[in-house]
C-alpha cells in the first residue's frame, strides 16, 4: 500500500495568516493527489484535485502543489471558516489512501 | 444536482452484520463508480472500495476483504455496503462518495454518512 503522511498533525494559527501543509507519499502518485476539508459533523469537502486544480466553488485562497512524491496545501489569509481538519489522498493505486490528516485551530 | 442519501443510523451486537445504502440522483448512476470510505470517532478517513455499477466490479482495500461486500440495484440507483462479522473496532461513520468525473479519481460528492456502533 501507499502511505501517505502529512504534517504537521496540527497546527495553530490565526486570521490572516499563511498555512502549509504538506503531504509526502512513500512512492510516486504522480499527481494523483487530492486534498480535502472536513470540518466537524459534516462529509469531507473536495479542494483541489490532480494535486494542483481548484474545485468548482473553493475559494482561490487554497493552492495546490506538487508531484511525485511531495505536495502542498497552502492558505493564503486565514478566514474563520477554514478552521478544520485537512487530508491528503492519492488515488494513484488501491487502496486509495488519506493521509492521517492536519488539524488546524486558531490560535 | 447530485446527491447521494445514505441510510439512518444503525446498533449490532458484535458478530452481526449490518447493511448500509446509498441511494443516488442527478445523474447517471452506471457512468461512475461509487466509492466507500469510513471514519472511526475522533480517527482519520479510510478508502474502503469502490464498485462499478455497469459491472458490478469490485475492487477493495485488503484489510476489508472477506467481511465486506460492495453491490449496487441499477433499477433503483443505489449502492450497499454490507459488513459480516462485525466488531467493535469497525465502529464508524460509513460514507458512499462519488468522483467528479468518470475519469478522476477525487470524490466531489459525499453521502451524508450513516453511523455504525458495534456493541454488546
Known amino acids: 500500500d501507499i502511505q501517505m503522511t502529512q504534517s504537521p498533525s496540527s497546527l495553530s494559527a490565526s486570521i490572516g495568516d499563511i498555512v502549509t501543509i504538506t503531504c509526502r507519499a512513500s512512492?510516486?502518485?504522480?499527481?494523483?493527489l487530492h486534498w480535502y476539508q472536513q470540518k466537524p459533523g459534516k462529509a469531507p469537502k473536495l479542494l483541489i484535485y490532480a494535486a494542483s486544480n481548484l474545485q468548482g466553488g473553493v475559494p482561490s485562497r487554497f493552492r495546490g502543489s506538487g508531484s511525485g512524491t511531495d505536495f502542498t496545501l497552502t492558505i493564503s489569509g486565514l478566514q474563520p471558516e477554514d478552521f478544520a481538519t485537512y487530508y491528503c489522498q492519492q488515488t494513484h493505486r488501491t487502496p486509495r489512501t488519506f493521509g492521517q490528516g492536519t488539524r488546524l485551530d486558531i490560535k | 444536482q447530485v446527491q447521494l442519501v445514505q441510510s439512518g443510523a444503525e446498533v449490532r451486537q458484535p458478530g452481526a452484520s449490518v447493511r448500509v445504502s446509498c441511494k443516488a440522483s442527478g445523474y447517471t448512476f452506471t457512468a461512475y463508480d461509487m466509492h466507500w470510505v469510513r471514519q472511526a470517532p475522533g480517527q482519520g478517513l479510510e478508502w474502503m472500495g469502490r464498485v462499478n455499477p455497469s459491472s458490478g466490479a469490485t475492487d477493495s482495500a485488503q484489510k476489508f476483504q472477506g467481511r465486506f461486500t460492495l453491490t449496487t440495484d441499477t433499477s433503483i440507483n443505489t449502492a450497499y455496503m454490507e459488513m459480516t462479522s462485525l466488531r467493535s473496532d469497525d465502529t464508524a461513520i460509513y460514507y458512499c462518495?462519488?468522483?467528479?468525473?468518470?475519469?478522476?479519481?477525487?470524490?466531489?460528492?459525499w453521502g451524508q454518512g450513516t453511523l455504525v456502533t458495534v456493541s454488546s
Open positions: 462518495a462519488r468522483a467528479r468525473s468518470p475519469d478522476s479519481g477525487s470524490h466531489l460528492y
Open positions: 512512492q510516486s502518485v504522480y499527481s494523483y
